[in-house]
């Protein structure tokens, strides 16, 4: 019998056979994938005769029961009732929830597709008797799906609907994400999707077409098992946990291989920021390319230490910066993102969440109005890309930019006369099911200051130019080596920088080029312990 409070939702094989590959069958992909991991089986076959339908369901339910997994029918109650199958998974336009369940009876599993918040409460109102899990989709672009209804998500999106079915107490309810997901981005989504108090993650992941379409089943369901079995996520590869206080010997170390690599730093910025970025990334030793032309990213992106500087400014379009962002997020370099503006318009909060939902950023970088927009501690919304007159509350800024780096699983720097910069790391560990270990609070943080020095925030593009600089940095460090260090290191040399350079300028005319000046004379002599920034461990 059935139990199923007990049903492993680990790995969950969506069935299509519309994409079997020549020489295989549903019941051959089945049965490999069931041999290599998979723990649920959903029977969804839209273009299928009800007879046909039938013959196939109790093929693949021999084999379900071979392996005891659940089998589960797609929008079909008839179905699943004739051959007595465990459970029924419907959608929003299928056979109302309450209806299944008088037909099913109460042991049986019942599945429900979710996109929006308000369905989550819908499912939460009709309690346990209800709805036993959810597919929350989709969370990337899916060829599965010809017409989707719903746009993706992201894993943010996916962390929202988690935060409902927290606050609405849904807890029997289990969930799995599903829709575009493959290896590349499974630990990914794992390791980011939470809700905010911590204390939900998802049970499990449902794929189709990576297992349905494979020529090697068996493979692919071993590949995903490993993964999640795995439970890590590496931005990566071995990336070293926080562990040791910020050191002028990390930095003189940063610079010179910063020295020695010459990071390519492709940006796509702003037109205001492009040449200043230009020049500061040359002044850091470094290799600027300004493109926004979508064939040539992956290209780009294979040159050793190559870094990516996406800044929003002034609106690219967004498939290019969608591209960009997944060819980077793919070859695993690191991004720096700088939402500017973040919600100074409406499409601007639009584009920007939608890169915060698909992406990954090694470093998030924004100034106090962006970074309270983004951690949703800002009152009102920005009046335009500059900071404003907000947040001289340093406490306020040190919690938004927390948050920041905790939801987003990255290294936030909130700009300003004390810039702000908090580690979210970018790998870990995630746990599937039982919620997400830490949270905000307990990040490490830092402060970076050398006094008020007003001229800094009087000239266009310091912001932008700050994430060069990071991005130059970060750039340049190994696998192994902090990135939190090197974005402290960044952040160090450019505040110097600015303070040498606002004592030799005679207005903000000739602060930029000062600073450009001081930036190269600090990035050639590589004596950190002289620099005048200060760090102070929060
Ligand atoms: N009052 C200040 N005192 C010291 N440093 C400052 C001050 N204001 C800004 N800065 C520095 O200037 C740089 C830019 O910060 P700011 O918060 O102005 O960024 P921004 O608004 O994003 O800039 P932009 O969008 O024009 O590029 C940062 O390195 C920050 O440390
Ligand atoms: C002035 C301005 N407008 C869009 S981007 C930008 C540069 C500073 O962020
Ligand atoms: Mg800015």
């Known amino acids: 019998m059935l139990d199923k409070n007990k049903v492993d939702y680990s790995l969950y094989l969506v069935t299509d056979s519309t994409m079997l590959p020549p020489g ?68 929003q336009d299928d056979m109302p929830i309450k209806m299944v369940r008088q037909l099913l009876g109460p042991d049986k599993i019942i599945g429900w597709s979710v996109g929006h918040e308000h369905e989550v409460e819908q499912l939460a109102a009709m309690g346990p008797g209800g709805v036993d899990y959810v597919g929350l989709g989709m969370v990337y672009p899916t060829l599965t799906k010809k017409n989707p209804k719903k746009a993706p998500m992201g894993p943010r999106g996916v962390s929202k609907l988690l935060d409902k079915l927290q606050s609405t107490k849904a807890e029997w309810c289990r969930t799995v994400a599903i829709g575009g997901l493959h290896p590349d981005n499974i630990p990914r989504v794992l390791y980011q999707v939470a809700s905010s108090d911590g204390k939900r993650t998802l049970d499990g992941i449902s794929v189709v077409s990576d297992i349905m379409a494979s020529p090697d089943a068996g493979n692919a369901a071993q590949t995903l098992r490993a993964l999640i079995d795995d439970a890590r996520f590496q931005y990566a590869e071995g990336l070293s946990p926080f562990t040791k206080e ?29 040449n200043f970025g230009a020049n500061i990334t040359l002044a850091l030793g470094s290799s600027p390319i300004m493109s926004e032309v979508e064939p040539e990213f992956e290209e780009l992106s294979q040159v050793p230490h190559a870094t990516l500087l996406l800044n929003t400014g002034t609106v690219a379009p967004f498939s290019t910066l969608l591209h960009a962002m997944r060819v980077y997020n793919a070859a695993r370099r690191p991004i720096v993102f700088d939402p500017v503006g973040y919600s100074a318009t409406s499409t601007r909060l639009e584009l920007n969440n939608q890169l915060l939902a698909y992406g990954q950023f090694a470093c998030i970088k924004g100034n106090v109005g962006e970074i309270l927009s983004l951690a949703d501690l800002n009152k009102g919304k920005m009046r335009g890309v500059d900071a404003g007159s907000v947040g001289s509350d340093i406490s306020l800024c040190v919690e938004a930019t927390k948050i920041v780096a905790y939801r987003y699983r990255t290294v936030a720097v909130c700009t300003g006369q004390q810039d702000v910069i908090v580690d979210g790391t970018c790998g870990g560990t995630f746990r599937l099911s039982e919620g997400s270990a830490g949270g905000a609070s307990a990040l490490p943080a830092v402060i970076v200051e050398a006094g008020e020095i007003p001229v800094m925030g009087k000239i266009t593009a310091s912001g932008c130019s700050l994430g060069s600089t990071i991005a130059c940095l970060v750039g340049s460090i190994s696998d192994k080596q902090h990135l939190f260090h090197a974005v402290v290191t960044a952040v160090c040399l450019y505040k110097s920088a600015g303070k040498i350079a606002s004592e030799r300028c005679h207005g903000s005319g000739s602060f930029q080029v000062e600073l450009i000046d001081a930036l190269d004379q600090l990035f050639t002599e590589n004596h950190p312990e002289n620099w005048v920034a200060n760090v102070s461990r929060i």
């Open 246 to 274: 910020y050191s002028f010997e990390f930095a003189r170390k940063c610079v010179q291989q910063t020295t020695e690599v010459s990071p390519l730093v492709q940006h796509i910025t702003n037109k205001v920021h492009q």
């Open 24 to 91: 295989t069958t549903l019941e051959s992909q089945v049965e490999v994938a069931l041999q290599n991991g998979v723990t649920l089986v959903q029977l969804r076959e839209k273009e299928t005769d009800t007879k046909v339908f039938i013959e196939q369901a109790l093929k693949v339910q021999k084999l379900c029961h071979k392996f005891q997994v659940p089998l589960i029918i797609n929008d079909r109650v008839d179905v699943a009732l004739a051959i007595d199958a465990d459970g029924v998974h419907v959608g």
